[in-house]
Structures are given as C-alpha cells and as structure tokens.
C-alpha cells in the first residue's frame, strides 16, 4: 500500500484534510467515496438539456464569518456577490423570510415601527403561559400564535411528517425575528456563490499528484482494495462516513431526516422570480421549489427553459441519504456510546457531519478539517504523535 493517509469520503471534510496533508505536508493520500463523483453534498451539475448548474443534493449557499476558512476557500475559487433571501408562499400571498417587519406588516395589513411590531409579538407570545410541552406551544411562546400558524406550522409539519404538537420543544430554541425590513438570509460577513461552480472548486481541491480519488468505493466493500478490514491498523484514515456504519449499528441506528428531490425542467424562461420559494401551506406537499438559474444571475443562462426542484422533506429509512440528523434522546445516548468506541479506535480520525452525526455547514466542515488538520495529523506526521 503506497499510501500515507486513507480518507473515506470526498466532500469538503475529507478534501479539505487531503489538500493539507498533500500541500503542506507532501503526503501521499488516497481518497475514496462510495458514490461515482467527487464532492459529497455539495456536487453540483450541469443540466445537460439547459446549461444551468443544478446542486443535486438542495441549494448549497456559501457564507462564513471565519476569515480563515474564507482565505482557505478562496485559495480554490472566486465567489460572486450573491446573497440568499427566501420567500414564502401562504394562503396564496408572498410573504418575506425570516420573518421581518415587511412580513409582519404584510401579515396584519399594517404600518408598525419596530417597537409596535415588538408589542405586537410579545402580547401575543405572552398568551402561552406555563412550560410548553412540544414544539407548538415552544413556538408560540416564541412568536405568538398568529405568525406560528402561518410561517411555522405547515412547514415544520411538512419537514418532520408529524404534527408539531407531537414533536419535542427542544427540537428549537429560538424563532428568528427582525424588526428591521432586512430580509437577508445570513448575516455573515461574507457569502456568494463559486463562480465557476461548486464542482470546479471541489475538483481543484484535489487536483495535486500526490492525491488520489478512488469514486464508486465503498469502504465497507471487501471487494475494493481500500476497505476497512484491509486498512484498518495499517494506515492512518479519516472516516467521514456514517459513524454507526463504521461500528455495525452496534448500539442501534442513529437516526436522520432525508429528502427527495423532483426535478424538472420548463419552457419558460422564469418560473417564481427567485432561488427559493417556501411552501408554508399543508395541502402543497413539498416544503419548497428551488429555481437554480436565479443562484446565477450574472451568467449567460438560455432564457427558453428554466429547471426547477421541488424539496420533500420525511425520515429517513435504510438505504435513504442521511441529510439532517433528528437527534432525539435516544440517539444522544446512542452517540455518546460511538463517540466512546471511536476514541479507542487506534489510529482513525471520525470528522465531518456524517462521522460526527452533526448538521454542519460547508464553513463549518472546512472549518473543523482545518482544526484536525492543526491539533492531529500535522503534530502526528511531522512530530510523530500519536493520532487519537
Ligand atoms: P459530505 O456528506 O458532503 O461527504 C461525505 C462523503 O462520504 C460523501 O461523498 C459520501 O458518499 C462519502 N461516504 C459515506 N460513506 C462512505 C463509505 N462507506 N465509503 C466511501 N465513502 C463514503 N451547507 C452550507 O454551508 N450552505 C448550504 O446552503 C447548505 N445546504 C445544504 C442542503 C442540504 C439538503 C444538506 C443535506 C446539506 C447542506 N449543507 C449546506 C451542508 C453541506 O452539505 C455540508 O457542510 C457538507 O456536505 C459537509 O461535508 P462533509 O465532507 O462532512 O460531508
């Protein structure tokens, strides 16, 4: 075996450790990923029949406050100035999101200042009193009942396919509400979107002699050459994988939301006027509609034909993408028991939102390679310390 570093798993956790350990440290490093192309979540292609970039697992937007992970990012790619804002569609009427002073004042056909919108939301919120006892009476106390039956509930019943009286009051612990008309979506210092493409930036990540990436490997597949049983104890790995897979389920599944996608492609040249329009009512199925050409409004997209993807949101089930983890307390008991086995797991680093069972954002994956790359791998290649 000629090499010093197996990754299981190509998206930004695994490529970020492999750009690092090949150009800093001029380590030989094998990657391997399960699906046929490289990227993990954050892939993205273009639509063979319009020319648009489709982000096949939902809408990946870029933004950080972390200037480090920002100066690392832009070492591969430039970005462009997009910023994300969402709108919602209820009762037939568009709202803005989050919810902002221009929502509220659409919503009570009103004219309110911040500080009558602020009253407003208290005194309806103050109507829940006691303890709430699930997500309902959480988000009530939250923003009040109005806002909640119309911004929240369908929504938040349509993405956990259970009614919210059901669900637990910790799953939120807050409800973010402007009193502003900013309808920004993320208030990081900076956000965009790669300007030749996620997959463009992903590949230049790994485009170095010194890494290679193995697609359609399993690391479970005895039959590949890079499988557990063949590497483990033998050379250093970082497994980005799912981290009860690693162990055989052997303290029970860990437990995720997925979602389906339904794509399709129009013979208009726009179809909502914006990247993401949210579904909050419950007798639409799907949670939102995004429509990829508007994440580019400075290319040259054909204005014939539009492709848009409509989101379904439930639990996920064996062989389902595990997107979101549910996180209940059973599978908090169930993480601290992997979290044990992982430690005495000699020589095997578990990182990104699979091999940790965290929903992590891409800065935040980029961002904690970057730490394991710092405090693990560079002291155990270049001081030889030891890895766990
Ligand atoms: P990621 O899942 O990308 O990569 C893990 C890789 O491991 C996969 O390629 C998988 O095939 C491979 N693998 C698993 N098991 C294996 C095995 N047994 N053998 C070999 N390979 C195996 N973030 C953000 O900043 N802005 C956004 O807008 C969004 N939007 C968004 C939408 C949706 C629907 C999701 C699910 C996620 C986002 N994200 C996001 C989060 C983003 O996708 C996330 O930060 C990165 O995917 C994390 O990168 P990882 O490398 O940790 O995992």
Known sequence: MTADLLIVGSGFFGLTIADRCARELGLKVQVIDRRDHIGGNAYT???????????????????????RVWEYVNRFTDFTSYQHRVYTTYRGEVFSMPINLGTINQFQRAAYTPDQARAWVAEQAAQ???????????????????????????????????????LGADIISRLPVRYTYDNRYFSDTYEGLPVDGYTAWIERMADHPNITVTLGADFFDE????????????????????????????????????????????????????????YADTDIPYTRIHEFRHFHPERDYRTDKTVIMREFSRAAGAGDEPYYPINTPEDRRRLLAYRELAKNEKDVLFGGRLGTYQYLDMHMAIGSALSMFDNKLAPHFTDGAALD
């Open 128 to 166: 829940l009193t006691g303890e709430p006892a699930n997500l309902e009476e959480k988000a009530i106390s939250l923003i009040g009942r109005p806002l909640y039956e119309a911004f929240i509930r369908g929504y938040t019943a349509k993405q956990w396919q259970t009614d919210p009286r059901e």
């Open 45 to 67: 292609e273009i639509d063979p029949e319009t020319g648009i970039e489709v982000h096949r697992y939902g809408a990946h937007l870029f933004h950080t406050s972390n200037q």
């Open 223 to 278: 039959s590949q050459p890079f499988n557990q049983a063949a590497t483990v104890g033998r050379l250093p790995i970082v497994y980005t994988g799912p981290v009860d897979r690693y162990f055989a389920s052997a303290h029970g599944d860990l437990s995720w939301r997925t979602l389906d996608f339904e794509t399709e492609v129009l013979p208009v040249a726009d179809f909502q006027g914006t990247p993401v329009m949210n």
